[in-house]
């Protein structure tokens, strides 16, 4: 019985997979298919290349300065990260080889940027195929393999089961970094503002009776008067209010983060409807930000946890 480990997408929350590989190395799985989106691919790659330790390390020891160090603001090479500084780091002649050559079965999902095509990479050079399943837009500049621009595999295929199963795995167990959405929190009616409502005081579709214009403009000019009082009062004691505080917009890359966050979250319920896996492993890490790559310690916490708690299901799918 062949078994396969699909590797989510999720940015940062990346980090989780190296928690989930170390707790199944802990109940004796052996997978013998690997496949991953995004940075899915890249934990795949550096488990199958046994780099999973030195990966920990560099992200345990990743904080913000290194995340600035990365940036490119001019966009020069199509991209907010500079994708050369994050890969050379761990360029060496473990990873500088060509995917066919790893010792089980590795795939990775990639998007073609020109028909928004699924593209399943099974061959070419490993870090290549990792950049390319990884290239978040707006953040990774896309890579172009053969005659495509490929980007994040996580715009097609957030958790790549149907790519396992292509691969000859029999029994899939998928690791899902987006089902547990935390979206920006919504303003009060405080922060909103006050929201004026008009009623009509008669049913609608009915036409109020009508009066004489004598009956009416008394009464009108006496309710007038009253209004001008209640509104110089009003003011006075507005005078002596501070204004409430508004909220802060979000910036651009917030918004960019919970609108990939949404979308992967989307995909991910749709794909996972119609192609499930034998054994669904979701840590709980929705209130970390898919850009908070320096909280690796916590996130590799979670994804152990969460795979722990999935043990009894993950030894009956590999004893079926």
């Not at 053969?146 to 958790?159: F, K, S, Y």
């Not at 089902?179 to 006050?194: I, V």
């Not at 508004?246 to 917030?254: A, C, F, I, N």
Request: hydrophobic share 45%; net charge negative.
């Amino acid at each position: 019985m062949k078994i396969g480990l699909a590797l989510g997408s999720g940015a940062a929350r990346g980090w989780a997979h190296v928690g989930v590989m170390r707790a199944l190395a802990e109940f004796g799985l052996k997978p013998d298919v690997i496949t991953g989106t995004s940075v899915g691919a890249l934990v795949g790659a550096a488990y199958l290349t046994d780099l999973l330790d030195e990966l920990q390390e560099y992200a345990q020891g990743f904080g913000m300065l290194d995340v600035l160090k990365l940036l490119d603001l001019t966009f020069s090479r199509g991209g907010l990260v500079s994708v050369e500084k994050a890969y050379d780091r761990f360029r060496n002649e473990r990873t500088d080889v060509p995917i066919e050559s790893l010792p089980i079965p590795f795939a990775a999902v990639a998007t073609d940027l020109s028909t928004g095509k699924e593209v399943w990479l099974r061959e070419g050079h490993l870090l290549d195929v990792v950049r390319a399943s990884a290239a978040i837009p707006g953040m990774f500049p896309a890579v172009p393999f053969q005659n495509m621009w490929l980007a994040d595999g996580a715009l097609v295929n957030p958790v790549p089961v149907s790519l396992c199963r292509a691969l000859g795995a029999e029994v899939v167990i998928a690791i899902n970094l987006n089902g547990d959405l935390s979206q920006m929190p919504r303003l009060s009616k405080a922060q909103l503002g006050p929201v004026n409502v008009s009623l009509p005081e008669h049913p609608i579709g009915e036409t109020p009776p009508e009066k004489p214009l004598r009956e009416v403009a008394k009464p009108l000019a006496k309710l007038a008067a009253r209004l001008n009082q209640v509104g110089e009062h009003a003011r006075q004691f507005a005078t002596h209010l501070k204004p409430l505080p508004r909220p802060p917009s979000p910036g651009v890359l917030e918004v960019m983060a919970s609108s990939i966050d949404i979308m992967q979250d989307r995909i991910t319920r749709s794909r996972l409807a119609g192609e499930p896996p034998d054994v669904l492993i979701t840590p709980r890490i929705g209130h970390i930000g898919i850009l908070e790559f320096e909280r690796a310690e916590e996130l590799i916490e979670l994804g152990y946890t969460a795979a722990i708690a999935m043990r009894p299901a993950v030894e009956l799918a590999m004893t079926r």
